[in-house]
């Protein structure tokens, strides 16, 4: 399976947008890109997913680039509650395939 | 409202013992999926199942086992074969085994073997 990479943290101020990068140099064409995140002791949260177009929804925005071989995620206003593990993940598209899950990263927000 | 439930929260087991997690979805999900997650590290699946009577290891299978009776549950054993046991288990679900298909996620068993 194509693996993502990601930076191990990131901090940012409450209120100001946050871009979240995700590299993807070996994603294949037919791959998905998927977002969750995860707040302490609870379980991942689904925030957005795309194949080659940027993607908007209440939670936040998908940046695919032109080559799709990465992706930024943008909060657009962070807010404390934002502070979590972020995932990206390549989903192939195909029968069996299923969500394989990294390290994330490590998002704080300061007040 | 819709969504998956997993009970118990958390959950002691002596060694040698089998138990079994619960999950249940009222989103009318076809697909279901067990993850485990130990401390500072990603998930890890367990077993999926496409439909009812139908399920398939995942990665880390051993010392596992489920079923899938009905389309709203899947629940996971952990068996005494489970050399390591203790971490907190996920259980997910989603409309179907297709890459455009987002998962939705419980809240979590935290498992420890005392």
């Known amino acids: 399976d194509a693996k993502t990479t990601q930076p191990n943290s990131m901090e940012s101020n409450e209120e100001e947008p946050v871009h979240l990068p995700c590299n993807h140099s070996?994603?294949?064409?037919?791959?998905?890109i998927h977002w969750y995140r995860q707040l302490p002791s609870q379980g991942p949260e689904y925030v957005i997913h795309?194949?080659?177009s940027n993607v908007n929804n209440r939670m936040a925005s998908l940046a695919i680039a032109e080559d799709r071989k990465s992706s930024t995620l943008i909060l657009h206003r962070a807010t404390l509650r934002d502070a979590a593990v972020y995932y990206c993940?390549?989903?192939?598209?195909?029968?069996?395939?299923?969500?394989?899950f990294g390290k994330g990263i490590t998002l704080s927000v300061r007040p | 409202d819709g969504g998956i439930t997993q009970s118990p929260k958390y959950l002691f087991r002596k060694e040698g013992q089998n138990v079994t997690l619960s999950c249940e979805q009222n989103?009318?999900?076809?697909?279901m999926y067990w993850y485990r997650q130990d401390p500072g590290q990603g998930l890890r699946l367990i077993y999926y199942?496409?439909?009812?009577?139908?399920?398939q290891k995942g990665d880390i299978a051993e010392g596992y086992s489920v079923s899938r009776e009905k389309k709203e549950s899947f629940p996971l054993t952990v068996t005494s074969a489970q050399k390591n046991p203790t971490a907190f288990y996920l259980c997910?679900?989603?409309?179907?085994?297709?890459?455009?298909?987002?998962?939705?996620f419980g809240s979590g068993t935290r498992l420890t073997v005392v």
């Open positions: 997910a679900s989603s409309p179907g085994l297709l890459a455009y298909y987002g998962y939705t």
């Open positions: 070996t994603i294949s064409g037919t791959d998905y």
């Open positions: 795309g194949l080659t």
């Open positions: 993940i390549l989903y192939p598209t195909g029968a069996n395939s299923k969500l394989t």
């Open positions: 989103l009318n999900h076809d697909a």
């Open positions: 199942s496409q439909i009812v009577n139908d399920f």
